[in-house]
């Protein structure tokens, strides 16, 4: 199997479980797929779907990187077009189901993460992805980071842009660190942001 440099990126959207579960179906499964929709038609930087997760898109993008501003340009217009189809769905079923509050409900988190060695699987119109990174990637989801709505980047794709003015993209907020545990990955460093200030920029 052929493998190659690839960035994935995961726009997975928070509030999942409980909003399934207290909402009735025909209308959670209505938001749900409207929003991961949304996301996916949201992409401006030839990423790829490798898999809809249910609360998550699976993106990938193989061979060189974006630069660091067209990386955190695509999470900002992932962010932004996830609050305006969110405010479109409001107003659509407000009227049978007021008691719902979308948006105090469902959120968006976005991990980036990059890999040296992912594999490539095609199985019917997609393809699957596979290797260590790809588990990194999907460990990154389960965080301790202490807010809802939020970029996180991988310190392996930290590294790629080393220190090509990567604060200046982040000017609405710190930057903070962080560190996972993983039995069987180790130590895993990421560093994060905020992305609720965005939110009165929509």
């Given at each position: 199997m052929k493998t190659t440099p690839t960035l994935l990126c995961i726009p997975d959207i928070s509030g999942f479980t409980k909003f399934m579960k207290e909402?009735?179906?025909?209308?959670?499964?209505?938001?749900?797929?409207?929003?991961?929709?949304?996301i996916i038609y949201a992409n401006q930087i030839g990423l790829k779907v490798s898999e809809i997760e249910g609360d998550a898109v699976l993106f990938f993008r193989a061979g060189d990187l974006p630069t660091i501003k067209e990386l955190v340009d695509q999470c900002k217009h992932f962010y932004a077009e996830f609050y305006k189809q969110m405010d479109v769905l409001l107003t659509k079923h407000k009227e049978k189901h007021p008691e719902i509050d979308f948006p105090e409900m469902l959120g968006l988190k976005i991990v980036l993460h990059f890999g040296t060695e992912i594999g490539m699987v095609p199985i019917g119109n997609r393809i699957k992805l596979m290797g260590?990174?790809?588990?990194?990637?999907?460990?990154?989801?389960?965080?301790?980071?202490?807010?809802?709505?939020?970029?996180?980047?991988?310190?392996a794709l930290l590294l790629e842009y080393k220190e090509k003015h990567i604060d200046q993209n982040f000017d609405w907020g710190n930057v903070t660190s962080g560190i996972l545990n993983d039995e069987h990955l180790g130590k895993l460093r990421y560093s994060y942001i905020d992305l609720t200030p965005l939110n009165g920029e929509q």
């Open positions: 909402v009735d179906i025909n209308l959670s499964s209505q938001v749900i797929s409207s929003l991961l929709n949304n260590e990174d790809v588990i990194t990637a999907h460990r990154f989801l389960k965080n301790d980071v202490p807010i809802d709505e939020y970029i996180l980047i991988s310190e």
